[in-house]
């Protein structure tokens, strides 16, 4: 029987590896679009080398394509839903617990659907933590360089927001915190670890130090640490993202990034003691509260998280994570060499720098922004796994050609 199955999993990949038409002409052409895409593209955080080949095959041999899973329900009770990947799912919560420096009995986590999702989750727990505890409702307080969706959250929880300014690196200026913090009302911080253009990193210290100069404010910090939080964990900066010494009370990150995980997902980790302090909402049939805000969520997204944490693993990520880094500090030294301006935030494995032609915008599909404190108009890179030291070495001659061709 299992020399069957070996078989058959070997006649799918064979098949699949094939470039077969899909009978639709529109499709075939963007798939030629994507696949050439793929490896020149250099301006958003996404990891386009896929680990997930294998489990594809395991997924179509096994006939799980028709079978309809359904995660809806708590994944860290112990009486787990029968057709769910509950017990998946809580096994990769438990495995990152330590990373991001939660106690396996101090957290409660899900797998999420992106890292906005994550980040909504973020919002409405510490939203409930500080109303529960205190009976008023929180203020926001964000960076004005942190991801989009955090603003748009509030807006969508009906939640009072205050933008931060942030210095021209995009970090968060702890003084303009102090400013703008009403001592009356709980204060929500969202910290950026990865701000959206620039890579900046919000000093969590700085700002826990401003914070702790009034006391009578109760604090809920939630981390929006999409890109950042997968790849810091592996380094020597991973104090950064650890609950136990930047004091932080959930954090959100996105599977799709770093983790390779090849369509949006993610993790979102809290406290017990926040899930604890959460509304409930018994669902007898679901043998459980229902405090997350999601009713069905993914079953396959917490298979994919564990099917990479036995594949890859640890190791792998570290030599990765690392190699993400050195690459980054290689972008910006060959930069340099030739004159292009460029800057990059400490801890980030992005780097911006003047725009480039329209050409090369295009060929290496670069994010693009602007910001008059660094001339005008500007672009960046996003040092991924698949973004190695020869295609940098291909990006800069173009740059070169396009310098030489303008003499």
Request: net charge negative.
């Amino acid at each position: 029987m299992r020399r069957k199955i070996t078989l058959f999993a070997a006649i799918i990949v064979a098949v699949c590896s094939c470039a077969q038409s899909s009978g639709f002409q529109k499709l075939d052409e963007w798939t030629k679009v994507w696949k050439e895409g793929q490896q020149t593209y250099f301006g958003y955080p996404v990891n386009q080398r896929s680990e997930l080949h294998d489990f594809y095959e395991w997924y179509l041999s096994t006939g799980m394509d028709v079978i309809n899973l359904n995660n809806a329900g708590d994944p860290m009770t112990d009486e787990p839903w029968r057709m769910s990947s509950h017990a998946f799912e809580r096994e990769v919560i438990e495995f990152f617990a330590p990373l991001y420096g939660f106690t396996k009995d101090g957290v409660w986590g899900i797998v999420t659907h992106s890292g906005t999702d994550g980040n909504n989750h973020g919002i409405y727990f510490g939203a409930n933590y500080l109303f529960n505890k205190t009976g008023k409702q929180p203020v926001v307080y964000v960076s004005d360089e942190a991801h989009y969706s955090n603003m748009r959250l509030c807006d969508l929880q009906n939640l009072e927001v205050k933008l931060i300014k942030s210095d021209a690196m995009g970090r968060m200026i702890p003084e303009e915190l102090e400013k703008a913090l009403d001592t009356s009302r709980p204060a929500l911080m969202i910290f950026a670890m990865g701000s959206t253009f620039k890579g900046a990193i919000d000093d969590q210290e700085a700002l826990n130090a401003v914070l702790d100069r009034h006391p009578e404010v109760p604090v809920f910090r939630h981390v929006d640490a999409a890109l950042f939080g997968g790849y810091l964990p592996f380094t020597k900066y991973k104090e950064m993202v650890s609950h136990e010494k930047m004091r932080f009370d959930a954090i959100a990150i996105s599977g799709h990034k770093f983790f390779g995980i090849d369509s949006p997902s993610g993790l979102f980790l809290c406290t017990r003691e926040v899930y604890d302090n959460q509304n409930n909402f018994n669902v007898t049939y679901l043998n459980s509260n229902m405090k997350m805000i999601n009713c069905s969520r993914d079953a396959i997204q917490p298979l994919k998280f564990w099917w990479l944490i036995q594949k890859v693993g640890y190791d792998r990520w570290s030599e990765q994570a690392n190699g993400m880094m050195a690459c980054t500090a290689y972008l910006k030294q060959q930069l340099e060499k030739i004159g292009w301006p460029c800057w990059c935030n400490e801890y980030s494995n992005t780097v911006f720098f003047k725009r480039p032609s329209q050409e090369i915008c295009y060929e290496y599909t670069l994010a693009l922004g602007y910001d008059e404190r660094f001339g005008g108009e500007l672009a960046h890179v996003v040092v991924m796994q698949h973004v190695t030291k020869e295609k940098i070495d291909k990006f800069i001659q173009a740059l070169v050609n396009q310098s030489l061709k303008a003499e």
